[in-house]
């Protein structure tokens, strides 16, 4: 079973700090995915990742995987209080027949304060 | 339509009962995924449609638990004699395409159970 470890569970922040969380596992993903989740709504996509190394940005986050595609981390700079919400990683498996079928974390809670 | 749509939003349960959530996935989807979110936690993986074939039933708890998905679009997720530890909220997720990794997958709103 592949399991993905994900830290911090609870982060609570001032408006304009820097933040990272971390997403692990000892087995190999073929892609890995963050999600952001608000209350009463279902996750929404913010980045896939699919190469080991690979960095992609999207405004103030930084997303990173590892290069031996095990482990990324979500980097969130000037933190703004709309960042409020659950941050998750899923990862879909590596080799065999993979139809998409994704593997979380236990998720971020992420709380910033104005 | 414009998501994935579920409904009912909300749906609260006496213990025994048999409850049935439905899912509406995007239009012309391929894949359509059921996972359980326990409250502040990630979602866990329930079952996998391909059209109509469910391909993967490895997820679900128990024999009380039952989907389908008959003509390829809606899927049912049923749910017999309920208990206390069924209470969560379901997610509906739909892709386009049977199986690429990296495929975005699109969720619904869920469906928060409470068993009482």
């Known amino acids: 079973t592949q399991l993905l470890e994900q830290s911090p569970q609870f982060l609570s922040i001032q408006e304009g700090e820097n933040l990272t969380v971390y997403c692990n596992s000892s087995s190999v993903f073929s892609s890995l995915q963050w999600y952001r989740q608000e209350p009463g709504e279902g996750p929404v996509l913010l980045v896939t990742?699919?190469?080991?190394?690979e960095v992609k940005k999207l405004k103030r986050l930084t997303f990173q995987f590892g290069d031996a595609r095990k482990d990324s981390s979500l980097h969130i700079t000037a933190a703004q209080p709309g960042d409020t919400g659950l941050y998750l990683c899923a990862g879909t498996n590596a080799g065999g027949t993979s139809y998409g079928k994704l593997t979380f974390g236990q998720g971020t809670i992420l709380t910033v304060h104005p | 339509g414009a998501g994935v749509s579920q409904s009912p939003r909300y749906k609260v349960a006496k213990r025994g009962q048999d409850v049935a959530l439905r899912c509406d996935p995007i239009s012309g989807h391929v894949s359509l995924f059921w996972y359980q979110q326990a409250l502040g936690q990630g979602p866990e993986f329930l079952t996998y449609?391909?059209?109509?074939?469910?391909?993967?039933k490895s997820g679900l708890p128990s024999d009380r638990f039952f989907a389908e998905r008959p003509e390829g679009s809606v899927s049912t997720l049923k749910i017999q004699r309920t208990q206390q530890e069924d209470s969560a909220v379901y997610l509906c997720?739909?892709?386009?395409?049977?199986?690429?990794?990296?495929?975005?997958?699109?969720f619904g709103q869920g469906t928060r159970l409470t068993v009482v």
């Open positions: 997720a739909s892709s386009p395409e049977g199986g690429r990794r990296g495929t975005e997958a699109f």
């Open positions: 990742v699919v190469t080991g190394g």
């Open positions: 449609f391909q059209n109509e074939a469910q391909l993967d």
